[in-house]
């Protein structure tokens, strides 16, 4: 099974000709609200990459909650670890450009409320894959990580948002996935040696004796693992709105650990998935089904 501990979101949506720049207002041409979350998406597409899926978080007692789930009790995703808050459910502000970038400003609400003591909702067993992100209290990220050391299971931490102060435990992850800002950022933050970016992977992968990946949008994915490192390519695609796209490529990722395909298969398989992501707006109604990802692979 898979399990994600993490955020549940009700994104808000606006869409802009450009991204402003600091202080400067411009015109909107469309709004709209998606289920969001980077734990939300990754256990959605978990599930349309057809595996069984539980998700620990929080929502808040208020009109936001009932949406923010929709789409995973469709999904058939088990949602007996998510608790109900007093504070709010939580939120993202998001702003997406003609060109499909967009920026994100997220207000936790109830996610800050997952605690250490939820990950014992996680029921976590030998052979589980669980799934971590920043956007829950970082001390309930690392109990979790410990628990799936504890109980046998496989790990994989998504390191957005990039929190400096979590440097200090991502070597417990066996798969920490970030992109390549995340990585730059954390390599400063943990000193790693090397010329390049695949230098500093090969770096951070021996001294932890863990594996990392790195997300390059339409430039593929780059792996290191202590033993040897991988380069996969994404999809050539025109993409519409990237928001969703990192956590398909991470609930895809997980799903293929689960269902044991090699190292390679499974970012393959993922880096399909967060570039059909790309080609729809919002983040959970754009994650792709296992059919489509399977025919997009076939058509390469």
């Not at 996680?122 to 589980?128: H, M, S, T, V, Y």
């Not at 090699?262 to 296992?290: F, V």
């Amino acid at each position: 099974m898979i399990i994600i501990v993490g955020s549940i979101n009700l994104d808000l949506i606006a869409n802009v000709d450009r991204l402003p720049e600091p202080g400067e207002t411009v015109r909107g041409s469309a709004f709209a609200t998606a289920p969001g979350g980077k734990g939300a998406n990754q256990a959605l597409a978990a599930a349309r990459a057809g595996a069984k899926v539980r998700l620990v978080g929080a929502v808040g007692k208020d009109s936001f909650a009932a949406e923010a789930l929709a789409l995973l009790k469709a999904g058939k995703v088990d949602l007996s670890g998510v608790g109900e808050s007093f504070a709010s459910t939580g939120t993202a502000l998001i702003l997406v450009g003609a060109d499909g970038e967009n920026v994100i400003a997220v207000v936790p609400g109830a996610n800050d409320s997952v605690l250490p003591g939820d990950v014992a909702k996680a029921f976590l067993k030998k052979g589980d894959v669980v799934l971590l992100q920043h956007e829950i209290p970082l001390h309930t990220v690392e109990a979790a990580l410990d628990a799936a050391r504890s109980a046998g299971a496989v790990s994989v931490l998504n390191t957005a948002p990039f929190r400096v102060e979590a440097s200090g435990f991502l070597s417990k992850a066996d798969y920490a996935v970030a992109n390549e800002t995340e990585f730059d950022l954390y390599g400063e933050a943990l000193a790693l040696s090397g010329r390049d970016r695949q230098a500093r992977m090969r770096d951070y992968a021996q001294k932890t004796g863990r594996a990392i990946v790195v997300t390059l949008g339409g430039d593929g994915v780059l792996a290191a693992t202590p033993d040897h490192s991988l380069t996969v390519p994404a999809l050539k695609i025109a993409p519409v709105d990237t928001v969703g796209a990192g956590d398909t490529f991470c609930g895809y990722f997980g799903a293929g650990l689960s269902s044991g395909l090699s190292l390679e298969q499974a970012l393959a398989r993922a880096a399909a998935a967060g570039s059909l992501a790309c080609l729809k707006p919002g983040a959970q109604p754009a994650i792709p089904l296992a059919k489509d990802v399977d025919a997009a692979l076939a058509a390469r």
